[in-house]
């Protein structure tokens, strides 16, 4: 509830993110699935690498091993599963909701979609809320897997932590490029923005690049190209489903055209003509604590006001409008630090002077996210840039 009232979301829209935490602790528990599934996708991003903020809902993998797209034995472990989370958390998933189809995808290959029901904190008896799994073989795995640990922003997250296989960051990032080519959905042009934005002086195109040519070469396609998103015949989809597609699943539904006039850069940096763009960083006041980052993924901060929103505007380059000493101001924030007296403080830009300033955080009365999109002038320091 606390994370519901951070984002301003509905409470069953965190409740499957925190279910999905848990399932993902069921499935490294389980001895024949952690291991022979690989995690991948937009939930993956979000929980293993780096805060995407879109509530992901579904959990996608690559299968390993042939013999596992199987109804028989995929329902029987996950029964295993479900009994798992019943003794471990409390988390019901009646069998009855448990179900796999397979079946041959496009390409002629076997592929598996499962569908698994659940009742959660939330207590929702009537009509359990059901997760879909995608499990396919029909992939090639050009890098190694990697064990992440899974970002798991509730109380009960446990000591020992939960991990997943996962893809490595540079495949995470070259597939949803595949797939934005390929299906041209508003959640792969809105991850693969968000990925881009957060990719560091480090990041290697090149290695990218290279990814991407190995996976489209497996799929018989192109290379993916600005001309060729261009001229896809689903782009009015993307357009005309946007705000149905991802509008329950962030707080505060940027426009679409700012990603879309991003993709230029990205094809230009993954084809190596262009590097990214990089700011300096905003200036800050003497008087911080140099030695306290905030946190690289979401929390529940208990506070008066819900910093996360705060974070999301910065990260999805929306501007805020913030009540301070009954004055209403329209910023663009940059980053959040704390002062050596231990104070909240919120360095921003003002949007109409250009002007730095700084807010302390418990003397804001309130703030809203607009649709007010800005061109960052500096480095967004609010959402970290290096992968976990």
Known sequence: MDLAWEFSLDPNTVEKDYVLGWLLAGIQNHPLLFDKLIFKGGTCIKKCYFETFRFSEDLDYT???KAYQDKVFLTSCFKQVASWLS????????????????????????????????????QRRRDPVRIKLDLTDDEILVTDPQIQTVHHPYSDNPAEEI?????????LFAEKIRALSERARPRDLYDVINIYRHLYSGDSSQAVFNILQKKCEYKAIPVPTMMLIENHPKLAELESEWENMLGHQLPNLPAREPFWEVL???????QGNKPKATLESIRLPDNIDSEWQAPRMIQAWQKHLPIELVRYAGANHLCIEINYADKKHLIEPYDLKKTIEVQLLLIVVEHETGKIGQYFVDSIKSIEITQTNFSPRFA????SKVPL
Request: net charge negative; no cysteine; glycine share 10%.
């Open 380 to 383: 967004i320091g609010l959402t």
């Open 87 to 122: 003794d471990a958390v409390g988390i019901e998933i009646p069998e009855d909701t448990i179900d796999f189809e397979i079946y041959q995808n496009k390409a002629g290959r076997k592929s598996v979609k499962g569908r698994v029901g659940y009742i959660g904190p939330m």
């Open 63 to 65: 299968l390993i091993d």
């Open 163 to 171: 991990k997943a296989y996962t893809y490595s960051f540079h495949e």
């Open 264 to 270: 230029p850069d990205l094809f230009s940096w993954i």
